[in-house]
Nanobody, 127 residues
Framework: QVQLVESGGGLVQAGGSLRLSCAAS????????VGWFRQAPGKEREFVLA????????IYADSVKGRFTNSRDSAKNTVFVQMNSLKPEDTAVYYC????????????????????WGQGTQVTVSS
């Protein structure tokens, strides 16, 4: 059974940093990408970034480009998001998700392309 477990959320002041982790288990993820999505109260879930498990290529939403970086530890089946220069508008529940990559390792930004989801971790940025 596939499990994704997020950790690392919390409360931080604007301009601060947090690092989120997503530990994956239950299958081989070599043909998968791990994506991060977030959902603020009253808003739709939105794409944040995603990394291909095998090649390490990453795509970012424009709203986080230059502030968030993504990395992975293949030995531990864990993906990390380093979030810097946090803003109050980054406040949301953050979810990691795993889904198959497409042709030539294409990574998707759409939530429906991801099959497995974690339970979410709250990130709150105070002004």
């Amino acid at each position: 059974q596939v499990q994704l477990v997020e950790s690392g959320g919390g409360l931080v002041q604007a301009g601060g940093s947090l690092r989120l982790s997503c530990a994956a288990s239950g299958r081989t993820f070599s043909t998968y990408a791990v994506g991060w999505f977030r959902q603020a109260p009253g808003k739709e879930r939105e794409f944040v970034l995603a990394i291909s498990w095998s090649g390490g290529s990453t795509i970012y939403a424009d709203s986080v480009k230059g502030r968030f970086t993504n990395s992975r530890d293949s030995a531990k089946n864990t993906v990390f998001v380093q979030m810097n220069s946090l803003k109050p508008e980054d406040t949301a529940v953050y979810y990691c998700a795993a889904g198959r990559t497409g042709y030539r390792g294409r990574i998707y930004r759409t939530a429906t392309e991801y099959d497995y989801w974690g339970q979410g971790t709250q990130v709150t940025v105070s002004s």
